[in-house]
């Protein structure tokens, strides 16, 4: 994506604030450089998702608390041609979200663990994905499906060509901030 969307920015920013870090603290918990926070918070730069969900995992929130206006969800895309679209978040506990997610042709993700308890679980619309936590990987084809624990670094990986599927994350109670 060429600039953080509006909404991003002020969730970001409201977020940070809301749990008392300043730039540079926050940055320094995420492990990335306090121009790249500052840029985003600017509304400039071009972050990842990957960027975005260690943010959104810094700061204890769900990542669709980074994408989502109200209901409303958002596509975050890549100049590369993946992208994440938000396509549905629970409010009840546990939290669930839902994203349907395009990787491009030997794309790979690799996620930092999110917190403790979260799973994933994956459903391949189409391609060939390889996916899961990095210590037991699974391939997976079109109507086949992988859960794993979330809250270890894991990754998504589109073997041959465009790989399209859809993702739900569920947080266990109290494990996600409102």
């Avoid at 996916?131 to 109507?143: D, Q």
Wanted: net charge negative.
């Amino acid at each position: 994506m060429s600039s953080p969307s509006p909404v991003i920015v002020a969730n970001l920013h409201r977020l940070r604030e809301t749990r008392g870090y300043s730039l540079s603290a926050l940055a320094e918990r995420a492990g990335i450089s306090k121009s790249t926070l500052s840029q985003l918070e600017a509304g400039k730069g071009n972050p990842t998702i990957e960027t975005l969900w260690t943010l959104a995992n810094t700061l204890g929130v769900a990542f669709s608390e980074l994408l989502a206006e109200g209901e409303d969800g958002m596509t975050v895309s890549e100049p590369g041609g993946g992208n994440v679209q938000l396509m549905a978040r629970g409010q009840e506990s546990p939290r669930v979200e839902v994203y349907f997610m395009r990787l491009a042709p030997g794309e790979v993700k690799t996620s930092r663990a999110h917190p403790r308890g979260v799973r994933e679980h994956v459903m391949v619309v189409e391609g060939t994905l390889r996916v899961g936590a990095l210590h037991a990987l699974a391939v997976c084809r079109p109507g086949e499906g992988h859960e794993f624990a979330a809250d270890v670094e894991h990754r998504y990986e589109a073997l041959l060509d465009t790989t399209r599927l859809v993702v739900s994350i569920m947080y266990p109670h109290d494990e996600v901030a409102q």
